[in-house]
């Protein structure tokens, strides 16, 4: 059976928990949101972003999804706001705010 | 229909082997299961079984191996002896944690130094916190049905714990002896085909393994293995009546050797079993009333059981086959005496340290054994709580 | 192999899920995910990990940041560990438990502790035995999940926390050990060396070809580390940059012993250039200790000598 990992917290008893602690799934990650880290913000100036998709593959965390060969907004909720992507972007499409808003 | 053969009993685990035919055996020689692997890697490189044989370069790996060939899937199993098994600590606790079902081929061999290759039960007691079945054999018979059952046991849902399969080096593992081997057939359809319900080679079905866990929930997660260990108990015994009805031959937690009026007990384990039996069978002519309880099941632990077959004897000797170093006596000495005190059951008890490093246990060792109990018993002799039998002094 | 572009390979679904715990920065993941995108997108993976940093940050109970199915064993034993998942998949497909159409790729990741160290034995057997998996190191130069002890991949100099910079002690004594050499002497099909250039297009190459190379396959990953190498965060790829162009971390190949060159810069940089902007050489630009430097450099060119002249350069 399937792990339902919303089940699964602190106070689960332990007959709640799954065999061996192994997870029937993939990907449960999503589910925990270290958005809820940074200190800066990466903010996505879209009308200087020529799609060159230079950002993408340097973000750890997978926070910048690309759809049809075009990069969407960033994932908030996980973004660790680590600047790696405002650095790389060659036409100061993404800007690195302070704080934790997007 | 059985078959009439004599083999010793790394060859009658390994015929065993043969007739299960796993998946995947990863293994690494030592002395004395090194038999094992390399009979089996015959049996495969003659097409006789459709095992992948992974020579791995140490027994680490080849419990490493294991743990991800059954997380993917596959039934497994491995082989070794004393250092080997050892040198496995770390894993063998992650294929019980992770809740593996595969099995081990146990030739029990004493634990260095000095490094000694001879019998005796440090490694597989060395290894007895560590959550895995363990299920000991007197001679290469019972190996040989003690290694059929072994999977059926561990895959029980209910349980779902890897299995050791013990015998004793060079005296078993070595010896020849007759057997009665049963047919292909019947032990294919006995032990079944392995399909998990989860494993990592699942297509469309991924699953992870082996997580880092907060304190949260890694307590919970122990109590589970508890559990399981404890179901272990009613499986094993459900899996040897299923065995009854295949072979005619009865197994249990223990076996009880004219043990039901008996005064004097001696509680033991493993190949030395046959020789006390021997020496209760001398004694019962000179009319002394002596028994001996050989167990089986070393884990999980027939505390209760034991007990009850143990109340109504005057004295027990708990002979254990290699030493604990807690200053008190062996694994056996201090598992027992605290069953019998948990069931209120006060009788005498002696614990004897036999031996080690392959040192010889003799028949007349077993008598002079029921005589110090009997002189215990009946005349009040001072007995030394812990000791040494076979030592030079 | 498929012809590169980066837009067609960011367009994959992508395999390692947001939410793990790696630092902001970390150069290990962007390592995982450029190598996973190497994976054709109807291959499943079962993806293998030592303990380290990577391991503990992407599989805490119970969240998983993999897509596919993910093993971890203990610490020396991803080698060993994925030798028997590969073992297993050779089995089932053999018993027909798995039909034609289910194919699964190996890979296992391991930090340079898990794979230059307590790993290492465990490497050279699933190398040497051959089996048909990838292992791939995130090489961040230290034991940098239990805080930053020297491992062997540690360069010559660097300030780690068991050998710290002190009055007496100018940080680890031994230059880093060429684990890929080692690899590539055990005569495997393929084995490689990579970094993250800004298209991607060298690790991706070298990614797809180790997962679709028959046989044992070996990709060294240089995957900064910001924590512990003490630069600042952003500039990772810059910092990458310049192990290429300085050649401290030159890109390679090596197949059944023939070495091919990667990539030469026109313009070799001075050492300099590459320890400059990171906390743990700082001590090697004080005053007096020129000399360190120096020593740096003659091993840095002659490593680089030595790989011209294999690369029949």
């Given at each position: 059976?399937?792990?339902?990992?919303?089940?699964?917290?602190?106070?689960?008893?332990?007959?709640?928990?799954?065999?061996?602690?192994?997870?029937?799934?993939?990907?449960?990650?999503?589910?925990?949101?270290?958005?809820?880290?940074?200190?800066?913000?990466?903010?996505?100036?879209?009308?200087?972003?020529?799609?060159?998709?230079?950002?993408?593959?340097?973000?750890?965390?997978?926070?910048?999804?690309?759809?049809?060969?075009?990069?969407?907004?960033?994932?908030?909720?996980?973004?660790?706001?680590?600047?790696?992507?405002?650095?790389?972007?060659?036409?100061?499409?993404?800007?690195?705010?302070?704080?934790?808003?997007? | 229909?059985?078959?009439?053969?004599?083999?010793?009993?790394?060859?009658?685990?390994?015929?065993?082997?043969?007739?299960?035919?796993?998946?995947?055996?990863?293994?690494?020689?030592?002395?004395?299961?090194?038999?094992?692997?390399?009979?089996?890697?015959?049996?495969?490189?003659?097409?006789?079984?459709?095992?992948?044989?992974?020579?791995?370069?140490?027994?680490?790996?080849?419990?490493?191996?294991?743990?991800?060939?059954?997380?993917?899937?596959?039934?497994?199993?491995?082989?070794?002896?004393?250092?080997?098994?050892?040198?496995?600590?770390?894993?063998?606790?992650?294929?019980?944690?992770?809740?593996?079902?595969?099995?081990?081929?146990?030739?029990?061999?004493?634990?260095?130094?000095?490094?000694?290759?001879?019998?005796?039960?440090?490694?597989?007691?060395?290894?007895?916190?560590?959550?895995?079945?363990?299920?000991?054999?007197?001679?290469?018979?019972?190996?040989?049905?003690?290694?059929?059952?072994?999977?059926?046991?561990?895959?029980?849902?209910?349980?779902?714990?890897?299995?050791?399969?013990?015998?004793?080096?060079?005296?078993?593992?070595?010896?020849?002896?007759?057997?009665?081997?049963?047919?292909?057939?019947?032990?294919?359809?006995?032990?079944?085909?392995?399909?998990?319900?989860?494993?990592?080679?699942n297509p469309g079905k991924p699953i992870a393994v082996g997580p880092y866990s907060v304190s949260n929930y890694a307590m919970e997660a122990k109590k589970n293995q508890e559990d399981a260990m404890e179901n272990a108990k009613e499986v094993i015994l459900e899996v040897a009546k299923k065995f009854y009805k295949m072979s005619g031959r009865k197994y249990g937690l223990f076996?009880?050797?004219?043990?039901?009026?008996?005064?004097?007990?001696?509680?033991?384990?493993?190949?030395a079993a046959g020789t006390a039996k021997e020496a209760v069978d001398e004694l019962r002519e000179k009319g002394m009333k002596a028994g001996v309880l050989k167990l089986r099941v070393f884990r999980p632990f027939p505390e209760k059981e034991i007990a009850e077959a143990l109340k109504n004897c005057k004295a027990a000797a708990i002979m254990d086959r290699c030493e604990s170093?807690?200053?008190?006596?062996?694994?056996?000495?201090?598992?027992?005496?605290?069953?019998?005190?948990?069931?209120?059951?006060?009788?005498?008890?002696?614990?004897?340290?036999?031996?080690?490093?392959?040192?010889?246990?003799?028949?007349?060792?077993?008598?002079?054994?029921?005589?110090?109990?009997?002189?215990?018993?009946?005349?009040?002799?001072?007995?030394?709580?812990?000791?040494?039998?076979?030592?030079?002094? | 192999?498929?012809?590169?572009?980066?837009?067609?390979?960011?367009?994959?679904?992508?395999?390692?899920?947001?939410?793990?715990?790696?630092?902001?920065?970390?150069?290990?993941?962007?390592?995982?995910?450029?190598?996973?995108?190497?994976?054709?997108?109807?291959?499943?993976?079962?993806?293998?990990?030592?303990?380290?940093?990577?391991?503990?940050?992407?599989?805490?109970?119970?969240?998983?940041?993999?897509?596919?199915?993910?093993?971890?064993?203990?610490?020396?034993?991803?080698?060993?560990?994925?030798?028997?998942?590969?073992?297993?998949?050779?089995?089932?497909?053999?018993?027909?438990?798995?039909?034609?159409?289910?194919?699964?790729?190996?890979?296992?990741?391991?930090?340079?502790?898990?794979?230059?160290?307590?790993?290492?034995?465990?490497?050279?057997?699933?190398?040497?035995?051959?089996?048909?998996?990838?292992?791939?190191?995130?090489?961040?130069?230290?034991?940098?999940?239990?805080?930053i002890q020297r491992s062997s991949a540690t360069p010559i100099y660097a300030d780690t926390t068991t050998t710290p910079v002190g009055s007496r002690s100018n940080g680890k004594m031994q230059n880093r050990k060429d684990l890929a050499s080692i690899i590539a002497d055990h005569d495997v099909p393929y084995v490689a060396q990579t970094t993250f250039t800004s298209d991607f297009?060298?690790?991706?190459?070298?990614?797809?070809?180790?997962?679709?190379?028959?046989?044992?396959?070996?990709?060294?990953?240089?995957?900064?580390?910001?924590?512990?190498?003490?630069?600042?965060?952003?500039?990772?790829?810059?910092?990458?940059?310049?192990?290429?162009?300085?050649?401290?971390?030159?890109?390679?190949?090596?197949?059944?012993?023939?070495?091919?060159?990667?990539?030469?810069?026109?313009?070799?940089?001075?050492?300099?250039?590459?320890?400059?902007?990171?906390?743990?050489?700082?001590?090697?630009?004080?005053?007096?200790?020129?000399?360190?430097?120096?020593?740096?450099?003659?091993?840095?060119?002659?490593?680089?000598?030595?790989?011209?002249?294999?690369?029949?350069?």
């Open positions: 059976m399937r792990t339902d990992v919303s089940k699964i917290n602190e106070t689960t008893p332990h007959t709640g928990l799954t065999e061996g602690l192994m997870i029937f799934g993939a990907g449960t990650s999503k589910e925990f949101k270290t958005g809820e880290w940074r200190t800066n913000t990466p903010v996505f100036l879209e009308d200087k972003c020529k799609q060159c998709l230079l950002c993408a593959p340097v973000c750890p965390d997978s926070c910048i999804p690309v759809t049809d060969g075009k990069r969407e907004k960033f994932d908030m909720d996980h973004c660790k706001g680590c600047g790696i992507c405002a650095k790389v972007c060659p036409f100061g499409a993404i800007e690195m705010k302070e704080g934790i808003e997007a | 229909m059985s078959i009439k053969e004599r083999m010793s009993g790394n060859e009658a685990v390994s015929y065993a082997i043969r007739q299960i035919n796993p998946d995947v055996m990863p293994a690494f020689p030592i002395t004395p299961s090194t038999e094992i692997p390399q009979m089996v890697s015959t049996f495969a490189a003659n097409g006789q079984v459709d095992t992948e044989f992974i020579p791995v370069e140490s027994e680490h790996s080849a419990m490493s191996a294991a743990i991800g060939a059954e997380a993917a899937g596959a039934r497994t199993m491995t082989a070794t002896s004393s250092v080997g098994l050892a040198l496995m600590w770390e894993e063998l606790l992650l294929a019980a944690s992770n809740r593996l079902p595969l099995a081990l081929a146990l030739v029990n061999r004493t634990l260095s130094g000095p490094i000694n290759i001879n019998c005796d039960h440090s490694d597989g007691m060395g290894a007895r916190d560590t959550g895995w079945i363990q299920i000991y054999a007197e001679n290469n018979q019972e190996a040989y049905d003690n290694f059929i059952q072994a999977f059926p046991i561990a895959e029980n849902p209910s349980v779902h714990l890897p299995i050791m399969i013990c015998q004793d080096g060079f005296i078993t593992s070595h010896a020849v002896e007759n057997i009665e081997l049963l047919e292909d057939e019947p032990v294919k359809k006995f032990v079944g085909e392995y399909n998990p319900e989860e494993f990592l080679l076996e009880e050797y004219r043990t039901k009026d008996a005064d004097y007990i001696m509680l033991i384990m493993g190949s170093y807690n200053g008190n006596g062996g694994p056996l000495g201090s598992e027992v005496t605290a069953g019998l005190y948990r069931n209120k059951v006060i009788i005498e008890t002696v614990n004897y340290i036999y031996g080690l490093a392959g040192r010889d246990f003799t028949v007349d060792h077993a008598k002079q054994i029921f005589d110090e109990l009997a002189g215990l018993v009946e005349e009040g002799k001072e007995v030394m709580q812990h000791q040494y039998i076979g030592l030079r002094k | 192999m498929s012809d590169y572009s980066l837009k067609t390979m960011m367009n994959k679904k992508e395999r390692l899920a947001p939410g793990h715990r790696m630092c902001a920065g970390c150069g290990a993941t962007i390592a995982v995910r450029a190598v996973l995108r190497g994976l054709h997108e109807e291959d499943q993976a079962v993806i293998g990990n030592a303990t380290g940093c990577l391991e503990v940050s992407s599989f805490m109970y119970p969240f998983t940041a993999w897509e596919d199915s993910y093993i971890h064993n203990a610490f020396e034993n991803a080698g060993a560990t994925l030798s028997g998942v590969e073992a297993a998949y050779k089995v089932l497909k053999k018993k027909g438990k798995l039909g034609e159409e289910d194919t699964f790729k190996f890979i296992t990741f391991g930090g340079d502790g898990g794979t230059y160290d307590i790993g290492f034995q465990s490497l050279s057997g699933a190398m040497e035995r051959g089996h048909d998996m990838v292992y791939v190191c995130y090489d961040n130069g230290a034991y940098m999940n239990t805080g297009k060298d690790i991706h190459r070298k990614s797809e070809k180790a997962i679709y190379t028959e046989g044992a396959a070996f990709l060294n990953v240089m995957a900064p580390c910001p924590r512990g190498w003490r630069y600042d965060t952003p500039d990772i790829m810059n910092i990458c940059k310049l192990a290429v162009e300085t050649c401290y971390w030159p890109l390679f190949e090596v197949e059944h012993g023939k070495w091919t060159l990667s990539y030469e810069p026109k313009k070799k940089l001075p050492i300099e250039d590459f320890l400059r902007p990171q906390g743990r050489f700082k001590h090697l630009f004080k005053p007096g200790n020129e000399d360190l430097i120096v020593q740096f450099q003659k091993e840095v060119d002659r490593r680089w000598e030595d790989l011209l002249y294999k690369c029949n350069r």
